[in-house]
Protein backbone atom coordinates (compact mmCIF):
# COMPACT_ATOMS: atom_id res chain seq x y z
CA UNK A 1 0.00 0.00 0.00
CA UNK A 2 1.21 3.97 -0.93
CA UNK A 3 1.95 5.76 1.51
CA UNK A 4 4.40 8.13 -0.48
CA UNK A 5 4.63 6.42 -3.78
CA UNK A 6 1.27 4.93 -5.97
CA UNK A 7 0.80 1.41 -5.64
CA UNK A 8 -2.44 0.12 -6.20
CA UNK A 9 -3.99 -2.30 -4.41
CA UNK A 10 -4.86 -5.44 -5.87
CA UNK A 11 -6.73 -7.94 -5.22
CA UNK A 12 -5.01 -11.57 -4.75
CA UNK A 13 -2.09 -9.78 -4.32
CA UNK A 14 -1.15 -11.08 -0.79
CA UNK A 15 0.55 -13.22 1.54
CA UNK A 16 -0.54 -14.98 4.50
CA UNK A 17 1.20 -14.49 7.52
CA UNK A 18 0.06 -15.79 11.20
CA UNK A 19 -0.15 -13.52 14.20
CA UNK A 20 -0.73 -14.60 17.53
CA UNK A 21 -4.53 -13.04 18.61
CA UNK A 22 -3.12 -10.49 21.16
CA UNK A 23 -1.14 -9.05 18.43
CA UNK A 24 -4.26 -8.28 16.75
CA UNK A 25 -6.48 -5.11 17.61
CA UNK A 26 -9.91 -5.68 17.89
CA UNK A 27 -12.03 -4.76 14.72
CA UNK A 28 -9.43 -5.44 12.36
CA UNK A 29 -10.48 -6.83 9.03
CA UNK A 30 -6.90 -7.48 7.34
CA UNK A 31 -3.44 -6.31 7.10
CA UNK A 32 -1.31 -4.37 4.92
CA UNK A 33 2.40 -3.70 4.78
CA UNK A 34 3.13 -0.04 4.22
CA UNK A 35 5.53 1.29 1.08
CA UNK A 36 7.11 4.65 1.13
CA UNK A 37 7.56 7.51 3.64
CA UNK A 38 5.14 9.86 3.49
CA UNK A 39 3.38 9.07 7.27
CA UNK A 40 6.73 8.96 8.53
CA UNK A 41 7.35 9.66 11.31
CA UNK A 42 4.64 8.11 12.50
CA UNK A 43 4.74 4.85 10.60
CA UNK A 44 7.96 3.74 8.77
CA UNK A 45 8.09 1.81 5.26
CA UNK A 46 7.96 -2.12 5.36
CA UNK A 47 5.72 -1.74 8.79
CA UNK A 48 2.29 -3.18 8.94
CA UNK A 49 -0.71 -1.96 9.55
CA UNK A 50 -4.41 -2.78 10.62
CA UNK A 51 -7.37 -1.99 8.81
CA UNK A 52 -11.16 -2.16 9.65
CA UNK A 53 -13.21 -2.21 6.67
CA UNK A 54 -15.77 0.55 6.45
CA UNK A 55 -16.97 2.74 3.69
CA UNK A 56 -17.04 5.83 6.22
CA UNK A 57 -14.22 7.87 7.73
CA UNK A 58 -14.56 10.94 10.37
CA UNK A 59 -12.12 13.75 9.54
CA UNK A 60 -8.52 13.12 10.96
CA UNK A 61 -8.77 9.83 10.58
CA UNK A 62 -6.09 7.63 9.29
CA UNK A 63 -7.93 5.55 6.40
CA UNK A 64 -7.26 3.23 3.12
CA UNK A 65 -8.36 4.99 0.24
CA UNK A 66 -8.98 4.41 -4.11
CA UNK A 67 -8.28 7.20 -5.43
CA UNK A 68 -7.98 7.85 -9.28
CA UNK A 69 -7.73 3.94 -9.25
CA UNK A 70 -4.71 4.12 -7.17
CA UNK A 71 -4.37 2.95 -3.24
CA UNK A 72 -2.97 5.37 -0.22
CA UNK A 73 -3.02 5.74 3.01
CA UNK A 74 -3.33 8.78 3.80
CA UNK A 75 -5.09 11.35 6.84
CA UNK A 76 -8.88 12.56 5.49
CA UNK A 77 -8.73 16.06 6.12
CA UNK A 78 -11.24 18.62 4.07
CA UNK A 79 -10.82 22.29 2.79
CA UNK A 80 -14.14 24.66 2.59
CA UNK A 81 -14.48 26.83 0.19
CA UNK A 82 -18.00 29.08 -1.02
CA UNK A 83 -19.28 28.64 -3.92
CA UNK A 84 -22.33 30.79 -4.37
CA UNK A 85 -22.34 31.38 -1.02
CA UNK A 86 -22.63 28.22 0.45
CA UNK A 87 -19.90 26.40 1.68
CA UNK A 88 -17.91 23.26 -0.10
CA UNK A 89 -16.16 20.42 1.64
CA UNK A 90 -13.96 19.27 -0.48
CA UNK A 91 -11.87 16.51 0.78
CA UNK A 92 -7.94 16.23 0.86
CA UNK A 93 -5.41 13.23 1.57
CA UNK A 94 -2.94 14.30 3.92
CA UNK A 95 0.15 12.82 5.03
CA UNK A 96 2.69 13.37 8.33
CA UNK A 97 5.39 13.96 5.88
CA UNK A 98 6.08 17.29 5.12
CA UNK A 99 7.32 16.97 2.16
CA UNK A 100 4.04 15.92 0.47
CA UNK A 101 1.58 18.22 -0.61
CA UNK A 102 -1.75 17.19 0.72
CA UNK A 103 -3.63 15.65 -2.31
CA UNK A 104 -7.46 17.33 -3.10
CA UNK A 105 -9.70 14.36 -4.44
CA UNK A 106 -11.83 15.37 -7.07
CA UNK A 107 -14.49 13.05 -6.70
CA UNK A 108 -15.44 12.88 -10.46
CA UNK A 109 -11.93 10.69 -10.69
CA UNK A 110 -12.95 8.26 -8.21
CA UNK A 111 -12.82 8.39 -4.59
CA UNK A 112 -13.67 5.55 -2.22
CA UNK A 113 -12.69 4.66 1.64
CA UNK A 114 -11.49 1.07 2.21
CA UNK A 115 -10.98 1.16 5.71
CA UNK A 116 -9.85 2.86 8.89
CA UNK A 117 -6.22 2.28 10.09
CA UNK A 118 -6.38 1.02 13.62
Do not use: C
Not at 16 to 26: K, Y
Not at 91 to 96: C, D, E, T
Amino acid sequence: LSAGTVNFLEEGDFEMVDFPETAIPAGADFALTISGDSMEPVYQDGQIIWIQETTELRLGEEGIFIYDGQAYFKVLTERIEQENGEDVHIPVLRSYNEKYEPREVHTQLGFQVVGRVL
